[in-house]
C-alpha cells in the first residue's frame, strides 16, 4: 500500500503475554524419630502412613528465596495392648530451606510447589518411630507484559510516497490470570447395614476425573471425590469397618472476562479438607461430613490473529525503521492422553498372606519429560499402597507397597525441542484385585494433560524515521532495467531496492498478482 506523507507515526497496539522470569528446584531430605504420644498404646506394627508438604511461608530476596513450612505426617499402627487396636498418629516436622534463584527480587511473588517423592516410616521400638522424607521443592516467578506490535500507520499527506506492508501471526494471548478456589460441602449418610461410627481411625480423600472449562464469565469445575475412612463402629465388641464411596461434584466459580472459546491452563490441588462425624436426623453418628477446599491456579489464553506492520520504505524519501526482536507465543496443541500400566504385587512375609483387600492408593511421580520428535515423553513411577486384612490372628491388618515403572509419550505433531508445556499427571483409575493370598493384580490408568506452545521470534518495528533521499545513492541506480528475478526474491524487496512502489511495478509489467518466480524479467522504471 503506498501513501503520501510528511509525518508519519505507528499505532501499536498492546499484545499481553506471561513468561517464567525465572526458576529453581532443589530436593530436601528430612528425616526425624518421632515418640509416640503417652496417651496412645505402644506399636506392635506399623500399617500405613501418608504425609504432604505444607509450604508456610516464601520469602524472595536478592537471587535467593527462604522457603519455611513442614512436612504433615499420619502413621495407622497397631496395638496389642489392651487386646487388638488400630491407632492413628499424627506428626509434623519443619523444615526451611533457601534456594538460589537468579533473577528473584524482593518484590517478585514467588509460587513454590512441593512434590514428595518419597516417605518411609520405621519402627525403632515401640514408643519411636523414624520418619525419612524426600520431596522436590519447585519455585517460579511469572510475570505479565505488554509487546507493542505496530498494527497501522498514522500519517499527514503530503507528495511523498510511502510503501508498507503488513503480515498476519496468530497468537496466544494471556487474558485471566488468577487463583481463586472451589468449595465443595456434602454430606454422606452410611449404608443402613454399617454400625454408627465411634470414631474415625483413618480417612484418605482423593480427586479423580477433575476437569475445568471456561464458560461465559464462569469457570465451570466437576470431577469426583474419593472417600475412604476406616472407623471403630459403636458397641461393645467395637467392630472396625471400613466405608468407601466415590462422591461426584460439580459447579461454577465466577471469573469476569471468561470466554467460552478460551484456552484454559488451570492447575489444581486440595488446600483445605475436613472430614467429620455428624448425627443424622435421629441424633446417631452416622454422617460424614466433607469441606473441601480446591485452591485453582488459573490461566485463560485468547487466540487472536494479528496483522502487523512488517516493512515500510520510501520513493521520494529515506525510511528507516527501527527493530527491537521479541517472541510471541503461540498454542501449538491442548492434549490430553491416557496410559495403561499393570503389575503384579507379591506379599513375601508368609504370616502376612491376604485374606481380605480394604483400601488402595495410587500416585504417580514423574521422574523426566521431555520433547522428543514424537512429542513430549513421559517416563516415572506408580507408587501403590494397599491395605488389607491378614489371615493372622495376631496382626489382621498389613499394607503392601510396590512401584510400577511406565514410559507414555503424549503425540504432538511438528513439535520442537525449543517449544514449552505445562504437564499435569494424575491417576485416573486404580484397581486391585486378589490373585490369589499371596499376589495381587494391579491395573491403573493414568491421565495426563498438556498445553503445548511454542516460542515465535519476531522482528517488530518500534519506530519510524523519515528523512531527505541520498541523491548521489538514488542517481547510481538506473533509470530503466530488464530486472531478472532470483529465488529470494518478491516484488516488494524489488520495490524497496529501486525506490519504485509495488503497484507501479506491476502496473508497468501488467502483473494481475503478487506472484513471480525465479527467472522472471521485470522492466524496472525509476520514478513511475
Same mark, same amino acid.
Given at each position: 500500500?503506498?501513501?503520501?506523507?510528511?509525518?508519519?507515526?505507528?499505532?501499536?497496539?498492546?499484545?499481553?503475554?506471561?513468561?517464567?522470569?525465572?526458576?529453581?528446584?532443589?530436593?530436601?531430605?528430612?528425616?526425624?524419630?518421632?515418640?509416640? %504420644?503417652?496417651?496412645?498404646?505402644?506399636?506392635?506394627?506399623?500399617?500405613?502412613?501418608?504425609?504432604?508438604?505444607?509450604?508456610?511461608?516464601?520469602?524472595?530476596?536478592?537471587?535467593?528465596?527462604?522457603?519455611?513450612?513442614?512436612?504433615?505426617?499420619?502413621?495407622?499402627?497397631?496395638?496389642?495392648?489392651?487386646?487388638?487396636?488400630?491407632?492413628?498418629?499424627?506428626?509434623?516436622?519443619?523444615?526451611?530451606?533457601?534456594?538460589? #534463584?537468579?533473577?528473584?527480587?524482593?518484590?517478585?511473588?514467588?509460587?513454590?510447589?512441593?512434590?514428595?517423592?518419597?516417605?518411609?516410616?520405621?519402627?525403632?521400638?515401640?514408643?519411636?518411630?523414624?520418619?525419612?522424607?524426600?520431596?522436590?521443592?519447585?519455585?517460579?516467578?511469572?510475570?505479565? *507484559?505488554?509487546?507493542?506490535?505496530?498494527?497501522?500507520?498514522?500519517?499527514?499527506?503530503?507528495?511523498?510516497?510511502?510503501? *508498507?506492508?503488513?503480515?498476519?501471526?496468530?497468537?496466544?494471548?494471556?487474558?485471566?490470570?488468577?487463583?481463586?478456589?472451589?468449595?465443595?460441602?456434602?454430606?454422606?449418610?452410611?449404608?443402613?447395614?454399617? %454400625?454408627?461410627?465411634?470414631?474415625?481411625?483413618?480417612?484418605?480423600?482423593?480427586?479423580?476425573?477433575?476437569?475445568?472449562? %471456561?464458560?461465559?464469565?464462569?469457570?465451570?469445575?466437576?470431577?469426583?471425590?474419593?472417600?475412604?475412612?476406616?472407623?471403630?463402629?459403636?458397641?461393645?465388641?467395637?467392630?472396625?469397618?471400613?466405608?468407601?464411596?466415590?462422591?461426584?461434584?460439580?459447579?461454577?466459580?465466577?471469573?469476569?472476562?471468561?470466554?467460552?472459546?478460551?484456552?484454559?491452563?488451570?492447575?489444581?490441588?486440595?488446600?483445605?479438607?475436613?472430614?467429620?462425624?455428624?448425627?443424622?436426623?435421629?441424633?446417631?453418628?452416622?454422617?460424614?461430613?466433607?469441606?473441601?477446599?480446591?485452591?485453582?491456579?488459573?490461566?485463560?489464553?485468547?487466540?487472536?490473529?494479528?496483522?502487523?506492520?512488517?516493512?515500510?520504505?520510501?520513493?521520494?524519501?529515506?525510511?528507516?525503521?527501527?527493530?527491537?526482536?521479541?517472541?510471541?507465543?503461540?498454542?501449538?496443541?491442548?492434549?490430553?492422553?491416557?496410559?495403561?500400566?499393570?503389575?503384579?504385587?507379591?506379599?513375601?512375609?508368609?504370616?502376612?498372606?491376604?485374606?481380605?483387600?480394604?483400601?488402595?492408593?495410587?500416585?504417580?511421580?514423574?521422574?523426566?519429560?521431555?520433547?522428543?520428535?514424537?512429542?513430549?515423553?513421559?517416563?516415572?513411577?506408580?507408587?501403590?499402597?494397599?491395605?488389607?486384612?491378614?489371615?493372622?490372628?495376631?496382626?489382621?491388618?498389613?499394607?503392601?507397597?510396590?512401584?510400577?515403572?511406565?514410559?507414555?509419550?503424549?503425540?504432538?505433531?511438528?513439535?520442537?525441542?525449543?517449544?514449552?508445556?505445562?504437564?499435569?499427571?494424575?491417576?485416573?483409575?486404580?484397581?486391585?484385585?486378589?490373585?490369589?493370598?499371596?499376589?495381587?493384580?494391579?491395573?491403573?490408568?493414568?491421565?495426563?494433560?498438556?498445553?503445548?506452545?511454542?516460542?515465535?521470534?519476531?522482528?517488530?518495528?518500534?519506530?519510524?524515521?523519515?528523512?531527505?533521499?541520498?541523491?548521489?545513492?538514488?542517481?547510481?541506480?538506473?533509470? #530503466?532495467?530488464?530486472?531478472?528475478?532470483?529465488?529470494?526474491?518478491?516484488?516488494?524487496?524489488?520495490?524497496?531496492?529501486? *525506490?519504485? %512502489?509495488?503497484?507501479?511495478?506491476?502496473?508497468?509489467?501488467?502483473?494481475?498478482?503478487?506472484?513471480?518466480?525465479?527467472?522472471?524479467?521485470?522492466?524496472?522504471?525509476?520514478?513511475?
Amino acid at each position: 500500500m503506498c501513501m503520501e506523507v510528511s509525518k508519519v507515526e505507528l499505532i501499536k497496539k498492546n499484545i499481553h503475554m506471561d513468561r517464567i522470569k525465572c526458576k529453581s528446584t532443589s530436593q530436601v531430605t528430612l528425616e526425624e524419630d518421632i515418640n509416640i %504420644p503417652d496417651s496412645k498404646p505402644d506399636v506392635t506394627t506399623l500399617i500405613y502412613e501418608k504425609g504432604h508438604v505444607q509450604i508456610e511461608e516464601v520469602k524472595p530476596t536478592e537471587d535467593h528465596v527462604s522457603i519455611r513450612g513442614r512436612l504433615l505426617f499420619s502413621v495407622l499402627y497397631q496395638s496389642r495392648e489392651d487386646g487388638q487396636k488400630l491407632v492413628c498418629v499424627e506428626g509434623k516436622i519443619p523444615f526451611e530451606e533457601q534456594l538460589y #534463584m537468579e533473577g528473584v527480587r524482593g518484590t517478585d511473588s514467588v509460587t513454590v510447589k512441593a512434590v514428595t517423592e518419597d516417605l518411609t516410616v520405621g519402627m525403632i521400638n515401640s514408643r519411636k518411630l523414624s520418619v525419612q522424607a524426600l520431596f522436590t521443592l519447585k519455585a517460579w516467578v511469572e510475570e505479565l *507484559y505488554d509487546e507493542e506490535a505496530p498494527v497501522d500507520l498514522y500519517f499527514e499527506e503530503t507528495g511523498a510516497p510511502l510503501e *508498507y506492508r503488513k503480515s498476519k501471526l496468530d497468537l496466544a494471548q494471556i487474558a485471566i490470570q488468577k487463583n481463586d478456589i472451589f468449595r465443595i460441602r456434602e454430606e454422606i449418610p452410611l449404608p443402613q447395614n454399617y %454400625p454408627n461410627i465411634f470414631q474415625i481411625i483413618w480417612d484418605s480423600v482423593t480427586l479423580e476425573e477433575v476437569e475445568c472449562k %471456561p464458560l461465559a464469565e464462569n469457570i465451570s469445575v466437576q470431577g469426583d471425590v474419593h472417600i475412604f475412612i476406616l472407623y471403630e463402629g459403636e458397641g461393645e465388641e467395637a467392630p472396625i469397618r471400613t466405608f468407601e464411596t466415590v462422591l461426584p461434584f460439580s459447579g461454577t466459580i465466577e471469573c469476569h472476562g471468561s470466554k467460552e472459546n478460551m484456552i484454559a491452563d488451570i492447575g489444581y490441588e486440595i488446600g483445605h479438607c475436613e472430614l467429620e462425624v455428624r448425627p443424622d436426623f435421629d441424633g446417631e453418628e452416622r454422617m460424614l461430613g466433607l469441606e473441601l477446599v480446591l485452591d485453582l491456579a488459573m490461566k485463560l489464553y485468547e487466540e487472536e490473529t494479528v496483522e502487523m506492520i512488517s516493512d515500510v520504505y520510501g520513493v521520494t524519501k529515506e525510511v528507516e525503521c527501527i527493530d527491537n526482536a521479541v517472541e510471541f507465543k503461540q498454542l501449538l496443541m491442548r492434549i490430553a492422553g491416557k496410559s495403561k500400566v499393570t503389575d503384579r504385587m507379591k506379599v513375601k512375609d508368609a504370616d502376612a498372606r491376604v485374606l481380605q483387600l480394604l483400601h488402595s492408593e495410587g500416585s504417580v511421580q514423574v521422574d523426566n519429560q521431555e520433547i522428543t520428535a514424537e512429542g513430549i515423553l513421559v517416563e516415572g513411577t506408580v507408587s501403590v499402597q494397599v491395605m488389607y486384612i491378614t489371615g493372622d490372628d495376631a496382626s489382621p491388618y498389613n499394607c503392601l507397597k510396590g512401584v510400577i515403572p511406565f514410559s507414555y509419550t503424549l503425540e504432538v505433531p511438528n513439535i520442537n525441542p525449543s517449544d514449552s508445556f505445562r504437564l499435569r499427571s494424575d491417576v485416573g483409575q486404580l484397581q486391585v484385585v486378589m490373585i490369589d493370598s499371596e499376589e495381587m493384580d494391579v491395573k491403573a490408568v493414568l491421565d495426563f494433560q498438556a498445553a503445548v506452545f511454542r516460542n515465535v521470534p519476531r522482528t517488530l518495528i518500534s519506530d519510524i524515521k523519515v528523512s531527505e533521499l541520498d541523491m548521489d545513492k538514488v542517481n547510481e541506480l538506473p533509470g #530503466m532495467v530488464v530486472y531478472v528475478v532470483r529465488p529470494e526474491d518478491n516484488l516488494w524487496n524489488i520495490g524497496k531496492r529501486y *525506490y519504485v %512502489p509495488v503497484e507501479k511495478i506491476k502496473e508497468v509489467n501488467e502483473l494481475s498478482s503478487d506472484e513471480i518466480k525465479a527467472g522472471d524479467k521485470l522492466l524496472i522504471v525509476k520514478g513511475s
